[in-house]
């Protein structure tokens, strides 16, 4: 008989603790991301969730714990990640155009002294076609709307075709043609083998899209498909017993 061979999973995060300002933000977090996955990340505000992408991102240094990128020390491979922060983390104010910007998601790959080449150039015109900006391409961001600042932060990121994508709150504000644009955006690149970690505030959209709900509260609370996860002890645990009912209702969990 021949032994089955376990998949190497895009992302794998073991035992990090991360402190901040003298103050355990994460504690022992395992988490794991496969090939094609896409994991919702879910957790009240200040459970951790960003401190983690920025882990895995390797602008915190944890104390414990390792985080690896298809089996390999993720420091020697931060390249492949791509990142959208939140809107507020980017400067829309800065005299760029949207062709511009997402260029700069390229600047690891090309170099602070190196000029864009061909593929580079490749790589953004598929990122702003993915996104549906093509046509919007010379148009300074500070004039973009709300939607529009969101579909290029995804092209920046794309625009790296990263094999791990780390989207933060990446829904939040947009109006409901921008949602499902990148939400069939998200399910398209899963289907083509991309990974994505999610973190999101809409509950029901995350057990729409996720292959997975990740429940993080410093540490992780639960673990699983969004069906397994209805246990109203689970939810209470992460979230406490004073938004408890309606965010078992919105998953549709009966006590």
Known sequence: MTASITPIPALDVRGLTVELGGRLALVDIDLTVGTGELVGLIGPNGAGKTTLLRAVLGLLTPQTGTVLLDGRPAARQRGTIGYVPQRHEFAWDFPLSVESAVLTGRTHRIGWLRRPGAADREAVEEALELVAMTALR???????????????????ALALRPTLLLLD???????????????????????????????????????????RICLLNRTVIADGPPETLRDPAVWLRAFGVARSDQLLTSLGVTR
């Open 138 to 156: 010379h148009r300074p961001i500070g004039e973009l709307s709300g939607g529009q600042r969101q579909r290029v932060l995804v092209a920046r």
């Open 169 to 211: 709150e990446p829904f939040t504000g947009l109006d409901v043609p921008t949602q499902e644009l990148l939400t069939a955006l998200f399910l398209q690149l899963r289907g083509n083998g991309r990974a994505l970690l999610m973190t999101t505030h809409d509950l029901p959209a995350a057990a729409d899209m996720a292959g």
